[in-house]
Nanobody, 121 residues
Framework: QVQLVESGGGSVQAGDSLRLSCAAS????????MAWFRQPPGKEREFVAV????????SYRDSVKVRFTISRDNAKNTAALQMNSLKPEDTADYYC??????????????RGQGTRVTVSS
């Protein structure tokens, strides 16, 4: 059974940091591009970051550049999102997703159940 499980969410103050983790079972993450996306309360889901299969190529939404860092450890079959200098507008449910090469992040093959991040001012 394929599973992606996120962890690390929580309630923090503006300016704090959180590290989200994504652990995979039943699939080999090295075969996939890994993405993080989020869904703020009452809003559509939005792209946050993506990392290529080797971990070299990354891309971020403009509002999180410099503050967030996506990473992966193919040997451990995990991915992560380090979030620094959090802002109230980062409040959302965060999801990791495994995406086949060549597809948009939104056309993911698998995603986790999500982890909630709440940032208060």
């Amino acid at each position: 059974q394929v599973q992606l499980v996120e962890s690390g969410g929580g309630s923090v103050q503006a300016g704090d940091s959180l590290r989200l983790s994504c652990a995979a079972s039943g699939l080999t993450l090295s075969k996939y591009v890994m993405a993080w996306f989020r869904q703020p309360p009452g809003k559509e889901r939005e792209f946050v970051a993506v990392i290529g299969r080797s971990g070299v190529d990354t891309s971020y939404r403009d509002s999180v550049k410099v503050r967030f860092t996506i990473s992966r450890d193919n040997a451990k079959n995990t991915a992560a999102l380090q979030m620094n200098s959090l802002k109230p507008e980062d409040t959302a449910d965060y999801y990791c997703a495994a995406v086949s090469v060549g597809r948009s992040w939104s056309a993911y093959d698998y995603r986790g159940q999500g982890t909630r991040v709440t940032v208060s001012s």
